[in-house]
T-cell receptor, first 114, second 115 residues
Framework: DSGVTQTPKHLITATGQRVTLRCSPR?????VYWYQQSLDQGLQFLIQ???????AKGNILERFSAQQFPDLHSELNLSSLELGDSALYFC?????????????FGPGTRLTVL | AQSVTQLGSHVSVSEGALVLLRCNYS??????LFWYVQYPNQGLQLLLK??????LVKGINGFEAEFKKSETSFHLTKPSAHMSDAAEYFC?????????????FGTGTRLTIIP
């Protein structure tokens, strides 16, 4: 158990819909990362938040957005869903301090778009 | 930009044999390097990491990896494979600077252990 929790574990929805994935980081970790794992694209970095502020952006679609709340949990919002958005979405957290960058991954949310 | 190449999407070894999973990286700045393991229907678990210092790093479950700057490699090894090692393994790189810690992953190597 990494200490990172993600809900829900599974999500099945239809094209055009909007969903929200939730992540709670390990206690004390200020940084949250979102990754997408799909058969086509492999494991890709989407976005990073540090203490409530967006820190880095990867290949995140405009239809996707994220935020980190004052209690440090994070949500990834996916809208206007397409079949190709079906994937496993991981959240990771780290202390993100100088000289140290170990990311701990949650169990993931499997999104199926029908 | 950073990138990782994992040679061999599938590797099969006999139980008790040496495990060698290959990883080469490309980075314009000194990198942090990682190996993660993913068991079926589970998240990613860190096996080991290289940040600075000793180039031979030991991880969990008997795995180790050696950072070779001249070869831009970070191959993962285990002297004797166990059935429980069957999983997918990912090599990853991140920049050696605070404020940009995103992981760039390789495409993964699926390890099969033959009884």
């Amino acid at each position: 158990d990494s200490g990172v929790t993600q809900t829900p574990k599974h999500l099945i929805t239809a094209t055009g819909q909007r969903v929200t994935l939730r992540c709670s980081p390990r206690s004390g970790d200020l940084s949250v990362y979102w990754y997408q794992q799909s058969l086509d694209q492999g494991l890709q970095f989407l976005i990073q938040y540090y203490n409530g502020e967006e820190r880095a952006k990867g290949n995140i679609l405009e239809r996707f957005s994220a935020q980190q709340f004052p209690d440090l949990h994070s949500e990834l919002n996916l809208s206007s869903l397409e079949l190709g958005d079906s994937a496993l979405y991981f959240c990771a957290s780290s202390v993100a301090k100088v000289g140290y960058n170990e990311q701990f991954f949650g169990p993931g949310t499997r999104l199926t778009v029908l | 930009a950073q990138s990782v190449t994992q040679l061999g999407s599938h590797v099969s070894v006999s139980e008790g044999a040496l495990v060698l999973l290959r990883c080469n990286y490309s980075s314009s700045v000194p990198p942090y390097l990682f190996w993660y393991v993913q068991y079926p229907n589970q998240g990613l678990q860190l096996l080991l990491k290289y940040t600075t210092g000793a180039t031979l790093v030991k991880g969990i479950n008997g795995f180790e990896a050696e950072f070779k700057k001249s070869e831009t490699s970070f191959h993962l090894t285990k002297p004797s494979a166990h059935m429980s090692d069957a999983a997918e393994y990912f090599c990853a790189v991140s920049p050696f600077n605070f404020g940009n810690e995103k992981l760039t992953f390789g495409t993964g190597t699926r390890l099969t252990i033959i009884p």
